[in-house]
DNA sequence: CATTCGTGGGA
DNA sequence: TTCCCAAGAAT
């Protein structure tokens, strides 16, 4: 979140939850999330348990785990206090370069480049003529063009970066760009080239029969399980619950030690059960 | 560097 | 109904 009255904390955490997922849907579990465990020391306190469920249906669950462990880190390397500088902040679990940036620049009017998805689209077709980003993660050269044309102040910069996505997320969009409505479109590097279509065009991700999918099952058996007071389920439970079209006879299995080792889940060789970590 | 890691509302 | 996708990070 991005209001005053809002914590540095706060900040990171809606961020985080942000990753890759609809704001509309990180919101209510934020609020709730910020009235329970208000500070870093409030979520590192936290069972992973707890943590997990109430990350509820935000996908990406590792991502609950990973604040947990920044929260973790703050504490213990920072004193409790978020740390404000690039660096420090993309030393923690689950801060990469957007979310520390994005954190500096529209919380604290620190002028650097915010380079998410969106932004990067536009420039590199507004700029280069072309139509997406040669690679996954903004290059250097990329990074020193964005801090280029962004002004001089803090907190203007902050405007630019945050236009740039909300332009990207609506008009200059990844697959149907409104280019007709466009009203840059006359200075576009793209547009003059005639919007040529880049070769190697984003992968559509498949999900049905994946492993992803079948840890999603695994996992919110296992959510569901503990909201509910129960003590994990049976290995049998479990790797039934991983069971799906389209996946192979190895699946369960393959995805159940897969978790296992993301420390996702836990095994108790007493109780025979399978639960959500401590 | 390309791949892996969920989810459910809306087109 | 089926498909598409949404403020990335870690490996």
């Not at 540095?8 to 609020?31: K, N, Y």
């Not at 910020?34 to 509820?56: C, G, H, L």
């Not at 991700?205 to 058996?221: E, L």
């Amino acid at each position: 979140m991005r209001a005053a009255d809002v914590s540095d904390w706060g900040t990171l955490v809606f961020e985080i939850m942000s990753q890759q997922t609809p704001i509309a849907r990180v919101q209510p579990i934020w609020l709730e999330w910020m009235e329970r465990w208000p500070t870093p020391a409030d979520v590192a306190a936290a069972s992973s348990a707890d943590i997990i469920v109430a990350w509820a249906n935000l996908g990406y669950p590792s991502r609950a785990l990973r604040v947990k462990a920044c929260a973790a880190a703050i504490v213990e390397k920072h004193d409790g206090e978020v740390p404000l500088s690039l660096k420090e902040l993309t030393l923690l679990p689950g801060v990469g370069t957007y979310t520390a940036s994005a954190l500096l620049a529209f919380r604290h009017g620190i002028r650097v480049p915010v380079l998410d998805t969106n932004v990067r689209r536009v420039l590199v077709r507004f700029l280069d003529g072309r139509e997406f980003p040669p690679h996954t993660t903004p290059s250097k050269a990329e990074t020193m063009r964005a801090d280029a044309i962004l002004p001089e102040d803090g907190h203007h910069a902050a405007e630019v970066s945050l236009s740039l996505m909300e332009f990207g997320a609506l008009v200059c969009t990844q697959l149907n760009p409104s280019c007709d409505e466009c009203t840059i479109h006359d200075n576009c590097a793209w547009a003059a080239a005639g919007f040529p279509k880049d070769e190697k065009r984003p992968t559509p991700q498949p999900y049905a029969g994946t492993d992803r999918q079948a840890r999603g099952r695994i996992m919110k058996a296992l959510r569901t399980a503990h909201f509910e007071g129960t003590d994990g389920l049976t290995k049998r439970k479990v790797l039934d619950a991983a069971r799906i079209d389209g996946g192979d006879r190895y699946q369960p299995t393959r995805v159940y030690r897969a978790l296992l080792k993301d420390g996702m889940i836990v095994y108790n060789e007493d109780t025979k059960r399978v639960s959500l970590p401590r």
